[in-house]
């Protein structure tokens, strides 16, 4: 029998626990170091972290629904690498492309650094190569490397990103590139 004074409030917490069960089903990233370097308004500090989170855990993930909710529609990719779509669907169709190589990619935030309207955040990325990254099949070797970016945020959304990752390692541990000698060499 349904009691008729507690059913509304029951009605929304059955509600809010089977909305809220897809976020907690996402392995959050880690965060080691948070350093606010400038004092700025709380509700700046909270839009801007809750900006650059859903854009980590975006790359943990790789669920686009975090990357829309992370970058604004005027995205822009400051240091885009060929063949990669500029705005938006930049980082989505990278993410699509380098989990087929490595579907088990992670993220860990090492240091995140908030100055007013920029970030810093320098990050472990890790997984297996058990995919195939152009002409190189993987044999599930682990794939460890790192990367730093700087993003703008302007009005809680990520609107401009510079990046740069350690690709060399990340090629050689993939047997994409070989380094003899002080020597680089692109396996073919």
Same mark, same amino acid.
């Given at each position: 029998? /349904?009691?008729?004074? &507690?059913?509304?409030?029951?009605?929304?917490?059955?509600? &809010? #626990?089977?909305? !809220?069960?897809?976020? $907690?089903?996402?392995? !959050?990233?880690? /965060?080691?170091? #948070?350093?606010?370097?400038?004092?700025?308004?709380?509700?700046?500090?909270?839009?801007?972290?809750?900006?650059?989170?859903?854009?980590?855990?975006?790359?943990?993930?790789?669920?686009?629904? $975090? #990357?829309?909710?992370? /970058?604004?529609?005027?995205?822009?990719?400051? &240091? $885009?690498?060929? =063949?990669?779509?500029?705005?938006?669907? *930049?980082?989505? %169709?990278?993410?699509?492309?380098?989990?087929?190589?490595?579907?088990?990619?992670?993220?860990?935030?090492?240091?995140? +650094?908030?100055? =007013?309207?920029?970030?810093?955040?320098?990050?472990?990325? *890790?997984?297996?190569?058990?995919?195939? %990254?152009?002409?190189?099949? *993987?044999? =599930?070797?682990? +794939?460890?490397?790192?990367?730093?970016?700087?993003?703008? +945020?302007?009005?809680?959304? +990520?609107?401009?990103?510079?990046?740069?990752?350690?690709? #060399? &390692? $990340?090629?050689?541990?993939? *047997?994409?590139?070989?380094?003899?000698?002080?020597?680089?060499? /692109?396996?073919?």
């Amino acid at each position: 029998m /349904i009691d008729r004074r &507690t059913f509304p409030a029951a009605l929304l917490a059955v509600l &809010t #626990l089977s909305l !809220s069960t897809p976020v $907690l089903a996402v392995e !959050s990233v880690r /965060i080691n170091d #948070l350093v606010v370097a400038a004092p700025i308004p709380d509700a700046q500090r909270d839009a801007t972290l809750k900006a650059v989170r859903a854009f980590y855990d975006f790359w943990n993930t790789g669920d686009e629904a $975090l #990357l829309k909710e992370a /970058i604004a529609p005027n995205f822009t990719d400051h &240091t $885009l690498p060929p =063949g990669r779509p500029q705005g938006p669907e *930049g980082p989505a %169709f990278a993410s699509r492309q380098f989990r087929t190589a490595v579907p088990d990619l992670n993220v860990t935030v090492e240091k995140m +650094i908030v100055a =007013g309207d920029y970030v810093t955040v320098h990050m472990r990325f *890790g997984g297996h190569f058990t995919g195939r %990254f152009g002409q190189t099949q *993987g044999e =599930g070797q682990p +794939i460890p490397f790192i990367a730093t970016d700087l993003v703008k +945020i302007e009005n809680g959304r +990520i609107t401009d990103n510079w990046h740069i990752e350690d690709n #060399l &390692t $990340l090629l050689q541990q993939m *047997g994409v590139a070989k380094v003899v000698a002080g020597k680089q060499e /692109i396996a073919r």
